[in-house]
């Protein structure tokens, strides 16, 4: 007898392979897949790095390092440049001198081949990159490989081939690069989101500042080299690496023109009062906790990889993240059986393997935060169910979670969690769902899961967010806008919406 499916090999929980029994061969406690580790051969990590500013590395003034760290093991990866006010000043100098010397002049199709080159560079030190990614982050190096860095490349070439058309994206008008750009990033996707900043910007012939999330700061150096042997001219684009006064001080810097952030609702609202009246352009891409809703004529099994791909995709570590599932009461009971069966199935553990579905929490005090929600909802009156699986013994893991009985007005119905932490809620009509759906102070996205067109034309325009999936959800492309509604912040970052925020229209 053949057997269609993957051969698992059974494995006990301290990791030791027991002998087998062919009529088992079935997900089940205590069976796992044989480790498929991806290698770290090709990978150099430096014991210590600089800064990059002026298109050279550099000290420190200050002379003071922080550790990044594997979350996955808790061991030290590097030690990196914790870059004070006097560092930003430095680079922001850098990006006027650039700005103002070579890329605000030089012919856009010249900019654009700087670009590709990145772009190029990207998909040949792809392998690379994903395995940095996934040590110093903790994502699933599927993830890391699959999606992160593909993803980054693309925005680069994206952007890359705008550069010498924006005549044709603004028609009739004439877009003047803003200047120097503060670029501030956060940990969840970390070379994604300098690409979702650097291309853009370069790309209208801005220059630029990045400072990259303090846990994730790896593949943002290692962007640096490749910048440097594109051989972009010296200043283009520097990064600062730094904790969140370095942040701030690229926000206070007199001679910045634009700051395009992503991060937390709460560090925006601070970045809003701290620029309100400077004349500084932003724009501001903040928190979530977006409603996936089903309907009782979706195909229910689809669904159910829809709602493990929207929550427990990268540890739940997404602004976007569905993590809150409305189900239309008929089908619930379906639903929530065949999502904790699936549950019981998903691998929590080592980044590196290619097994992995869900890898770290990217740090200890993010761990912290999700398990404060999890004591919390079970304190509000919840259901909490969390898959049985084996997590390792050193680094910060979280098994998936969803909670049944919440109501609208919990607070981990309300609150963003950035976990792996699913609320669930029923709804009867259509009216019902569009109207839970929309009772959060956030607004970036969501999704619908239904057989007619019909409801998803009346689900989208009703539902207020920036980006609604149909019928699929947490996917990305660099030709499509990004950007939330509400407290999800302001602007847009993708597509041609996203040359918008690095240019003024003259007539
Ligand atoms: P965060 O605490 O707001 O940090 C984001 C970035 O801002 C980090 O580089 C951080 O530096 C820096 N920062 C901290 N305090 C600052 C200050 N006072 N002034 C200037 N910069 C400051 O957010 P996070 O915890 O890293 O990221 C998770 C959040 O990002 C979630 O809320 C998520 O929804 C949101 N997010 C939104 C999008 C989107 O497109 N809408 C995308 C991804 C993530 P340190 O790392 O050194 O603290
Ligand atoms: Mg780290």
């Known amino acids: 007898m053949s057997i269609n499916r993957p051969i698992i090999f059974p494995k006990t929980n301290s990791g030791n392979f027991v002998s087998t029994e062919p009529n088992k061969l079935a997900f089940n406690d205590g069976w796992q897949y044989a480790p498929a580790p991806e290698s770290t051969d090709h990978v150099t990590i430096d014991q210590r790095y600089k800064l990059f500013i002026g298109g050279e590395f ?137 690409a979702w900043k650097i291309a853009p910007a370069l790309a209208c012939g801005n220059t630029v500042v990045l400072k990259p999330a303090e846990t994730t700061p790896l593949t943002a150096m290692k962007l640096a080299e490749v910048i440097r042997d594109a051989g972009l001219p010296p200043g283009v684009v520097n990064i600062v690496t730094g904790a969140g006064e370095t942040g701030a001080a690229i926000v206070n810097h007199p001679d910045i023109d634009k700051i395009a952030f992503t991060g937390s609702t709460e560090v925006g609202r601070i970045i809003q009062k701290a620029i309100a009246g400077t004349g500084k352009r932003y724009t501001l891409e903040l928190g979530g ?59 929590v553990g080592d980044p590196l393997d290619k097994n992995t579905d869900i890898g770290a929490i990217n740090s200890a005090s993010q761990l912290e935060t999700i398990e404060s929600y999890l004591k919390l909802g079970q304190e509000e009156g919840a259901q909490m169910y969390q898959s049985s699986c084996a997590v390792p013994d050193r680094g910060y893991w979280c098994r998936p979670t969803i909670f049944t009985g919440v109501s609208q007005s919990n607070r981990i119905v309300q609150e963003e969690i950035f976990g792996p932490v699913l609320a669930i809620q029923t709804f009867r009509t259509l009216e019902e769902g569009l109207s839970k759906a929309n009772n959060t102070p956030y607004g970036l996205s969501g999704g619908i899961w239904t057989d007619k067109g019909a409801k998803i034309f009346k689900m989208t325009q009703g539902i207020r967010a920036g980006v609604i999936w149909a019928n699929t959800f947490n996917k990305f492309d660099p030709t499509s806008p990004f950007g939330g509604y509400k407290e999800s912040g302001f602007g847009r970052e993708g597509g041609l919406h996203g040359l918008g925020a690095y240019v003024r229209l003259e007539a």
């Open 58 to 194: 550099v000290a420190p003034e200050a002379g003071r390092h922080f550790e990044t760290i594997n979350p996955a093991t808790e061991e030290q990866l590097s030690s990196v440049a914790l870059a004070g006010e006097a560092d930003v000043d430095r680079a922001v100098k850098a990006a006027r001198k650039a700005y103002n010397g070579v890329w605000s002049k030089m012919p856009a199709s010249e900019r654009s081949k700087y670009i590709y080159r990145i772009a190029r560079i990207l998909q040949e030190r792809a392998r690379e990159f994903a395995v940095i990614e996934s040590l110093d982050g903790g994502k699933p190096i599927r993830e890391s490989r699959d999606i992160d860095i593909p993803l980054a490349a693309a925005h680069f070439f994206y952007y890359a081939g705008w550069a010498d058309k924006l005549e044709y994206a603004f028609p009739g008008r004439h877009a003047v690069p803003l200047g120097v750009a503060g670029q501030i990033i956060p940990w969840n996707f970390p070379l994604l989101m300098c």
């Open 289 to 347: 906790k977006a409603a996936n809703i089903i309907f009782a004529d979706a195909a229910i099994d689809e669904a159910v990889e829809g709602i493990v791909n929207g929550i427990f995709f990268n540890q739940g570590h997404v602004c976007c993240a569905g993590s809150r599932l409305f189900v239309q009461e008929s089908v619930a009971d379906e639903v929530i059986r065949k999502l904790r069966d699936r549950m019981e199935t998903l691998i």
